[in-house]
T-cell receptor, first 112, second 116 residues
Framework: EPEVTQTPSHQVTQMGQEVILRCVPISNHLYFYWYRQILGQKVEFLVSFYNNEISEKSEIFDDQFSVERPDGSNFTLKIRSTKLEDSAMYFC??????????FGPGTRLTVL | AQSVTQLGSHVSVSEGALVLLRCNYSSSVPPYLFWYVQYPNQGLQLLLKYTSAATLVKGINGFEAEFKKSETSFHLTKPSAHMSDAAEYFCAVSTDGSSNTGKLIFGQGTTLQVKP
């Protein structure tokens, strides 16, 4: 069964460093999303992406964040200069013809 | 604006007992509603979804949910809990269910504990 994959599963970084979180969506899907979940809080929408451009972004998704689909398979989230409050579980999701979003297992980002 | 409230951050039931996880939503447009389950160290898996068809929706693993517009609720039930049902459950509403660009707004989540 096709699934969304994410790497790495856990990323530890120093405050101020850049991180790139990687996702491989389901191969025939065209809509991509990033969400995050700070420990103990609800899952929050960050950004949606379609046709090589951002469809919608939340107020969390400021200039420090960017997304890219560098090739036909990967979908990345970059945080340019990480802050302590960026520590969270980041989930990638994709959807195809239906409005069901399929989620990856997440990347736990720890900023020290 | 859409929002979701899950009543009870932690629910504990005995194996074989009824599971009831509560979800209330707020939406200015006809909502598309979802229940996701998250097992430890795994991603979010869709249990079931309501997309304006039948109000009683059946999902995987014996779960079902009923959409009640008058109560703005979408509670998740299962007649008989199994130990393997222990997980975190999230209710979510789509901001634009008719298209794939709609983001999901999640509730706080409910941790289900199943006691032997």
């Amino acid at each position: 069964e096709p699934e969304v994959t994410q790497t790495p599963s856990h990323q530890v970084t120093q405050m101020g460093q850049e991180v790139i979180l990687r996702c491989v969506p389901i191969s025939n899907h065209l809509y991509f999303y990033w969400y995050r979940q700070i420990l103990g809080q609800k899952v929050e929408f960050l950004v949606s992406f379609y046709n090589n451009e951002i469809s919608e972004k939340s107020e969390i998704f400021d200039d420090q964040f960017s997304v890219e689909r560098p090739d036909g398979s990967n979908f990345t989230l970059k945080i340019r200069s990480t802050k302590l409050e960026d520590s969270a579980m980041y989930f990638c999701a994709s959807s195809g013809d239906s409005n069901e979003q399929f989620f990856g297992p997440g990347t736990r980002l720890t900023v020290l | 604006a859409q929002s979701v409230t899950q009543l009870g951050s932690h629910v504990s039931v005995s194996e074989g007992a009824l599971v009831l996880l509560r979800c209330n939503y707020s939406s200015s447009v006809p909502p598309y509603l979802f229940w996701y389950v998250q097992y430890p160290n795994q991603g979010l898996q869709l249990l079931l979804k309501y997309t304006s068809a039948a109000t009683l929706v059946k999902g995987i693993n014996g779960f079902e949910a009923e959409f009640k517009k008058s109560e703005t609720s979408f509670h998740l039930t299962k007649p008989s809990a199994h130990m393997s049902d222990a997980a975190e459950y999230f209710c979510a509403v789509s901001t634009d269910g008719s298209s794939n660009t709609g983001k999901l707004i999640f509730g706080q989540g409910t941790t289900l504990q199943v006691k032997p």
